[in-house]
């Protein structure tokens, strides 16, 4: 079975950094793009950073950008998603999805066909 499996998350405080992972089985993922999203309670899921196939071309939600870095191992089937000096309102569940997109760069949020089932970051003030 084609699974997205997310790790790495915790609780930090303020400032502090975490790396997240995202395992992927059951599949190749050929010519997907792999992105992170995530979702605080009773907030809608939001978009935070998605990297191409070859890992040359990546793109970040304002909120993130120059905090956070995705970078993914292609033999190894992994994204990663290493977060810098985080702050209170990054907590929420993160999500690993690939998408299969092939248009305008970035994918459509509705373009991603595979998902994770989330790991919780928690970051403290």
């Known amino acids: 079975q084609v699974q997205l499996v997310e790790s790495g998350g915790g609780l930090v405080q303020a400032g502090g950094s975490l790396r997240l992972s995202c395992a992927a089985s059951?599949?190749?993922?050929?010519?997907?793009?792999m992105g992170w999203s995530r979702q605080a309670p009773g907030k809608e899921r939001e978009f935070v950073a998605v990297?191409?196939?070859?890992?040359?071309?990546?793109y970040y939600a304002d909120s993130v950008k120059g905090r956070f870095t995705i970078s993914r191992d292609i033999a190894k089937n992994t994204v990663y998603l290493q977060m810098n000096n985080l702050k209170p309102e990054d907590t929420a569940v993160y999500y690993c999805?690939?998408?299969?997109?092939?248009?305008?760069?970035?994918?459509?949020?509705?373009?991603?066909?595979?998902w994770g089932q989330g790991t919780q970051v928690t970051v403290s003030s």
């Open positions: 990297i191409n196939w070859s890992g040359g071309i990546t």
């Open positions: 059951g599949r190749t993922f050929s010519g997907y793009a």
């Open positions: 999805a690939a998408s299969s997109w092939d248009g305008n760069w970035p994918p459509l949020q509705s373009s991603y066909e595979y």
